[in-house]
């Protein structure tokens, strides 16, 4: 019984990684297509995430199939949990990055507009932050994931400086608004990837010591 | 206090996982003392029974290491730990069943309701009136089925018709049998199912109204249908009547209890709400046990 759960177990966790993997990958791709005005590459993003979205359902039918067949308790009910939950933002975070590569195709940034230096570091952070979270779901590693929730205000600091230069560029160039929009659109779903790096960090936190650290700041 | 010299640990224990055992566990194995982790919350609960560094041999050989542990009242609390580990043995402690065994000595108390067990002027017999008890293997006395419930009164010198008909009404409601057998209150009990048996063993104990209801794990010898019928009697008794289980079966002991003890070896490891224990227990060696890992 018990090492079958341990098979199983493990698979799920290799399962949810590869969700990551791709996941992680999508972001980088629709960044990189947003930056270069890539609509190549902001195609295949798109396309991409029907991918995730099926590995999505098949990762929470093993989940519930756990559930059904085992009853896991303890440290095993934790992880199966978690793992539901971490799916879930994964699966948002695939489609925030299909929203990013939308822009990338859509948006008419050939109109001179410079993207501001802050869109680039809030996207670079925000990266760092799913890579960190998925690490420490790896490793299990509770510490990393509290470096991860603190991140995340860096994040919103840096969204709110995009928001501001937006605003006043809307303001003195009208006929670059559209472009504007398109960076601030960008921006939020940046600011959205970082709190589902968040949330999965606070799944880590979760299931390796049992304490629901979510709406609790500043505790971490 | 005398050392237990001829207990060696199951070399399973030591030779197949010791990393995913955990360090007590280990030193259990090995024959050291370790703390027990007793959370707060079991403490803040009014206690019907108070086992007070409890030890326990059997001839040379030492069955329980001082083990302390408030038992909570009208609470169910389970005791798990993997065979040997002395769960039954406490239990019948509890009861002082084992005074009918050769060679047993103990050292500690346990006091009921505030009174020692274990104080040589205690009547064993008054004590035993006091509790109830259900065994594995349900174990109806070859009479009807009323009087079967109704024994522990008669024997008391009741005679009153009407003060044991309700007796034996009240009693079987409480074990959920009523409805099944009220028709056929003087049939031989021993017609009954096994399931059904072993609601009547609980009907009789808690026709005697105990201070507490021992129950050894009640349901090993029944199906599952039978099974799921006693566990939700135990939930009933839930409230007003103070419970201490022994189960070899993890999952009974989530759905039925509202402490869980974790036994292993003679000693108690933690004990704390079923709901902590069973979704993040205090000890890795715990959590080894209930998620299967070991034992």
Redesign the interface.
């Known amino acids: 019984?018990?090492q079958h759960?341990?098979r199983q177990l493990a698979q799920l966790k290799e399962r949810i990684l590869h969700i990551g993997t791709l996941v992680e990958e999508a972001i980088a791709k629709s960044i990189t297509a947003f930056i270069n005005r890539d609509k190549k590459l902001a195609q295949r993003v798109m396309l991409n995430d029907d991918e995730i979205d099926r590995m999505e359902v098949e990762v929470e039918e093993e989940c519930l199939k756990i559930f059904a067949l085992y009853?896991?308790?303890?440290?095993?009910?934790?992880l199966v949990v978690s793992v539901l939950k971490i799916n879930n933002d994964l699966e948002r975070i695939g489609d925030l990055a299909k929203n990013i590569a939308k822009r990338a195709s859509s948006v008419a940034l050939t109109d001179g507009v410079e993207l501001p230096p802050e869109i680039l570091a809030m996207a670079t952070l925000a990266q760092e932050m799913v890579r960190e979270s998925l690490e420490a779901v790896v490793n299990s590693d509770s510490a990393l994931a509290r470096r991860v929730r603190e991140e995340d205000d860096a994040v919103d600091e840096f969204r709110r400086q995009v928001r501001e230069m937006v605003l006043a560029g809307i303001k003195a160039e009208t006929e670059q608004v559209e472009s504007l929009l398109g960076i601030n659109a960008v921006s939020t779903h940046i600011e959205r990837i970082a709190d589902m790096a968040t949330n999965i960090a606070e799944d880590v936190i979760y299931m390796v010591?049992?304490?629901i650290v979510r709406h609790r700041a500043g505790d971490a | 206090m005398p050392r237990d010299t001829e207990q060696t640990p199951p070399a399973a224990v030591l030779n197949e996982q010791p990393a995913a055992v955990g360090d007590r566990l280990l030193a259990v194995a090995n024959g050291e003392d370790i703390p027990s982790e007793v959370h707060d919350r079991v403490r803040e609960e009014t206690p019907v029974l108070e086992i007070d560094r409890f030890s326990l041999w059997y001839g040379r050989k030492q069955a329980i290491h001082s083990v302390s542990m408030p038992i909570p009242h009208n609470q169910v609390t389970a005791l798990v730990g993997p065979s040997g580990c002395g769960k039954s043995t406490l239990l019948k402690s509890v009861n002082r069943l084992n005074d009918l065994v050769q060679n047993v000595r103990i050292t500690g108390d346990m006091r009921l309701n505030g009174d020692s067990i274990y104080d040589p002027r205690m009547d064993v017999i008054d004590l035993r009136k006091r509790m109830g008890m259900v065994f594995q293997k349900p174990n109806p006395f070859p009479m009807s089925i009323y009087e079967n419930v109704v024994y522990a009164l008669r024997i008391d010198g009741e005679r009153n018709r009407g003060v044991l008909d309700e007796a034996c009404e009240v009693s079987l409601r409480g074990a959920a049998l009523w409805d099944e057998v009220k028709d056929r209150l003087r049939d031989s009990a021993l017609g009954l199912s096994g399931g059904q048996q072993q609601r009547l063993c609980i009907a009789r104990a808690i026709a005697a109204e105990p201070e507490v209801l021992l129950l050894d794990e009640p349901c090993s010898a029944l199906d599952p249908i039978a099974t799921g019928k006693v566990e939700d009697l135990i939930q009933e008794l839930r409230g007003r009547y103070s419970v201490l289980m022994v189960t070899h079966n993890m999952q009974q002991a989530s759905r039925a209890s509202d402490y869980t003890a974790f036994m292993y070896l003679g000693r108690l490891v933690e004990y704390g709400p079923t709901s902590d224990i069973f979704t993040k227990p205090i000890l890795r060696e715990t959590e080894s046990y209930v998620t299967g890992r070991f034992g």
């Open positions: 019984m018990a759960i341990e009853q896991p308790v303890a440290a095993d009910l934790r010591e049992g304490d």
